[in-house]
């Protein structure tokens, strides 16, 4: 029989890679299948030692996708709880007709071949497609014999093996991941129809013209943000005193101040804390006037463990800690550098090389690059007085027995990768490598501990002895910290001893790393699904990242939590999806069935939205109390006659606040709820709903939009303050060249407009109108932008030009009028007036370059010039730029001398 085998990988990059490597450097044909993005590859190969020919193509992920049958597929055609019975409604599984193209690519390839090999991902969802595209395939030609081919990275090794090992596929881990779509989708549409139905057309409010989308991974998610969230609202500071001392050593000729730690760290009690610091000072006072004891000197050593191989979890949180990049993203790049070979399958749970892996090969392979080569080479030749030398990586607790750790199986190409975020992601998974197989880090330390009264002190030291793992993995650093020479029962003066008060702070908002961290310790979605539910509580509109690239709910993401709380539903509770993730795994372990598991499961969300229908109202109240404005049967007081004045009728507007009560349960915690405010017009009827926090000032700027005084919010206690137009933050323009982000009701602020001619309009985007003066390196057009900083920066892609102004610089626009010196447009600059000492001007009319009055302002608050002339170096990186065809060059971008944007460049 004549052999011809049908390859189909999951993407066609993946496609094109492994029919590189298996055709041995002999090539192949490429010819055009239906789709112009899948295309098929021909050549020859060895299977079961005869040459044949193979066909290798692909699909673009998932070839089906599952629906509800016609009769519930519309909105409406049925009530919602139907969806969640396998009795009343069914699911139909089909090819949608953008994926047309590719069915019928493989129903021609498969009729003329005689074996199907397919190679898709390694992981659960890879095995779900590799079901697809078998029953495709076999629809016509049912002689097929299918075979499974099982790999962790695209190397000609790992595909030689994968080849001559080929199985069969998992029918359990199929079954696994078919019963998570019918469980998502009808979870999915049936609280998104109820919501959507009853929330939005109740409220027609800006945030609820859009489908409330509801996911079981996704609302525990949203809820985990709006907890830490709530958790911030509701704190209360508390005062703590501690005790500060600083003794004063001498130390080779000269005296050296060192400060001690409290060994009690802080009391809470005022009266307690000044009488134990009484009692210190007394001590200090007699003949030894003014001096500690030091009653202990303690060395040990310390040894910090070297990091454990890489998984995808750990990667996710780490690459955005470390290089901020996002999870989506990161999963993005990873996937590209899996795909053309560079590192090994980036979707595992894995933790532990296995032994059988030739890890001083990977390691060599790593010997070549110009950045981390030399540490490669010490690690597998060591010499007799060199301690780095190559250990075996430590063994984690995790081990899906499917994939290794993600490692890099190939070195970086010499002129790197085609995108800087390729390069960066690359560079970590490297360095992560040869940590784990490096040695771990040793050091020395030292504790002196100080007698003042009855109460200790202590100081630490630190002399890092060996480095370890350290010189390649840049990303932490241990230092060194000396301290004087000291033994047991020296005096040494007291140079300072203080009673400190401080505050108590609350946590910080939730960043990413912290997210996925909590997903993964309560078990929402998987390693290889964390990222994309992440994703779309952003896409959908919960939630969004503030200018520190920390979650905050928006108003829609908060009243979906508090209102499934108030309902007393659990649906946005982590541990529902964690239970139903357990039962999960236990059909890809044939521990239990697929149909059991799906009828518990929906038995279990039938529940909750008999309890969410039965306990509605109390939905509709939260959503009543976040999105709808005041009216006149609510209870409110006046805070404030008159703050600021009407754009209808110029009459004063008075602040109210609403009379209800501000403490409420969440669980087991008691909450704050945010004040409800408004400002009111009597001769209007108006009521523009204002932040619930921050004190507010008429600003005395009259808004160009609607004609409404401006309002200043100031946050004394986190020295904050920003302006709002009261009805365009209740009323957001529509318009794109003015609210080009989309901000919705409640959340547009002056600094989120891009209105023209408006000071306080400070959104502001690139473009022809923003131009203010010509490069002085290259004669380009200089633009105003704005991403965390306001930036005047060359519009050409080949210089590196740009200014950053100062952080209290809150808006710049560029104006008509032109420096009579220098030529350049003047900007008008507005400034956060609580970053600038008193007496300085909120507002100026300048050119930056020329007018002295700005550079007042910068030299009061310790602020460089920006420089205009380039130097030598900066002109000659320009031009070589220019000449190699690159992109902008890495020079000439001014900061301030204390490291963060704002300034010139010294």
């Not at 939009?705 to 137009?725: A, D, L, P, Q």
Request: charged share 25%.
């Amino acid at each position: 029989m004549v052999v011809r085998v049908l390859n189909v990988a999951e993407k066609p990059s993946a496609a094109k890679e492994i029919s590189g490597l298996l055709s041995g450097g002999r090539g192949y044909q490429t010819r055009a299948g239906f789709s112009p993005y899948n295309k098929v590859f021909e050549f020859e190969c060895d299977l079961d030692r005869q040459r044949v020919p193979f066909v290798f193509t692909s699909v673009s992920g998932h070839l089906k996708v599952l629906d509800f049958e016609d009769r519930c597929r519309k909105w409406g055609s049925c009530s919602p709880r139907a969806l969640l019975s396998r009795s009343t409604s069914n699911l139909v599984s089909y090819v949608p007709s953008e994926m047309k193209p590719i069915e019928n690519t493989l129903h021609r390839e498969a009729r003329a071949c005689t074996v199907l090999i397919l190679w898709l991902d390694g992981d659960s969802e890879g095995e779900n497609i590799a079901y697809e595209v078998m029953s495709v395939c076999l629809s016509k030609n049912p002689r097929l014999l299918v075979k499974r081919a099982r790999f962790s990275a695209i190397t000609t090794q790992d595909m030689r093996q994968a080849l001559d090992n080929l199985g069969s596929l998992n029918a359990p881990l199929n079954a696994m991941v078919e019963a998570r779509q019918e469980l998502d989708l009808r979870a999915g549409a049936a609280f998104t129809r109820f919501l959507t139905t009853r929330v939005r057309d109740e409220f027609l409010v800006s945030e609820l013209k859009q489908v409330v989308s509801y996911g079981p991974c996704q609302f525990p998610t949203l809820a985990l943000v709006v907890d830490r969230f709530l958790t911030i609202q509701s704190f209360v500071p508390q005062d703590f005193f501690v005790i500060d001392l600083t003794l004063r050593f001498a130390n080779a000729g000269r005296n050296v101040s060192l400060k001690f730690d409290w060994n009690r760290s802080r009391l809470f009690d005022r009266f307690i804390a000044s009488a134990v610091f009484e009692m210190c000072y007394e001590s200090s006072i007699g003949p030894d006037q003014e001096q500690a004891l030091v009653v202990a000197v303690q060395k040990s050593q310390r040894t910090r463990w070297k990091p454990l191989p890489l998984a995808t979890v750990e990667m996710q949180k780490q690459v955005s800690r470390k290089l901020g990049m996002s999870s989506e993203v990161t999963m993005q790049v990873a996937e590209k550098l899996y795909t053309q070979g560079f590192i090994s399958y980036p979707r595992t749970e894995t933790d532990v090389f296995n032994r059988n892996l030739n890890l001083t090969e990977l390691v060599q392979n790593q010997a070549s690059d110009r950045r981390w080569g030399s540490f490669a080479t010490r690690l597998l030749n060591p010499s007799q007085d060199d301690p780095i030398q190559f250990q075996w990586p430590r063994a984690g607790k995790n081990n899906d027995e499917a994939h290794p750790p993600i490692h890099p199986t190939r070195p970086a190409p010499p002129n790197g990768f085609e995108s800087r975020d390729m390069d960066r992601l690359y560079e970590y998974i490297a360095r992560r490598f040869l940590a784990c197989c490096s040695v771990d880090a040793k050091g020395s330390e030292t504790v002196i501990v100080a007698q003042v009264g009855a109460e200790l002190f202590n100081a630490k030291g630190m002399i890092v002895e060996r480095q370890g793992f350290y010189e390649v993995f840049i990303y932490d650093r241990w230092v060194d910290k000396d301290l004087p020479p000291v033994a047991t029962g020296d005096r040494a003066p007291i140079e300072a001893l203080e009673l400190r008060t401080g505050k108590t702070e609350p946590p910080p908002l939730l960043s990413e790393s912290d997210l996925i961290s909590l997903m993964d310790k309560h078990g929402i979605g998987t390693d290889a699904t964390i990222a994309q539910h992440i994703q779309k509580i952003l896409e959908r509109g919960y939630v969004s990242k503030n200018h520190l690239k920390r979650f905050q709910p928006e108003l829609l993401g908060l009243a979906l939590v508090e209102s499934y709380e108030s309902c007393q539903v659990s649906l946005a509770r982590p541990y529902m999806r964690a239970q139903q993730e357990q039962s999960l795994k236990q059909i890809s372990t044939n521990s239990i069935g697929k149909n059991e598991m799906l009828e518990s499961a929906l038995s279990s969300f039938g529940s909750m939205y008999e309890l969410l229908e039965n306990n509605a109202r109390s939905l509709d109240e939260v959503f009543r109390r976040i999105f709808v404005q005041p009216n006149a049967t609510d209870s409110w007081r006046i805070l404030q006659p008159e703050v600021t004045r009407c754009g209808a009728c110029t009459n004063r507007l008075a602040l109210k606040q609403l009379n209800k009560p501000t403490a409420r349960r969440r669980g087991n915690a008691r909450t704050t709820e945010p004040v409800r405010r408004a400002l009111t017009c009597s001769s209007c009827q108006l009521n523009l709903v204002m932040p619930p926090f921050g004190t507010l000032h008429a600003f005395g700027a009259t808004c160009p939009i609607c004609g409404f005084e401006v309002v200043r919010i100031e946050n004394s206690e986190r020295n904050t303050e920003y302006k709002i137009c009261p009805k365009c933050y209740n009323d957001p323009p529509s318009a794109r060249e003015v609210n080009a982000s989309g901000q919705p009701r409640g959340a547009f602020r002056c600094f989120n407009c891009s209105q023209a001619g408006c000071p306080l309009a400070t959104a502001v985007v690139g473009g022809s109108d923003t131009v203010c003066c010509v490069c002085p390196w290259c004669s380009s057009p200089c633009n105003v932008r704005k991403t965390n900083l306001f930036r005047v920066s060359c519009s050409s892609s080949r210089c590196n030009f740009a200014y950053f102004f100062p952080r209290f610089v809150e808006g710049v626009v560029v104006t008509d009028t032109t420096c009579t010196n220098c030529a350049a447009k003047k900007l008008e600059m507005t400034f956060l007036r609580t970053m600038l000492p008193p007496g300085t001007p909120q507002c100026l009319l300048v050119c930056i370059w020329c007018d002295q009055a700005y550079h007042t302002v910068l030299e009061l608050t310790g602020e460089p010039r920006p420089r205009r002339t380039a130097t030598a170096r900066d002109i000659e990186g320009v031009h070589s730029a220019v000449r190699a065809g690159r992109g902008r060059t890495s020079r000439g971008v001014q900061r301030s001398r204390r490291g963060r944007r704002g300034g010139s460049r010294t």
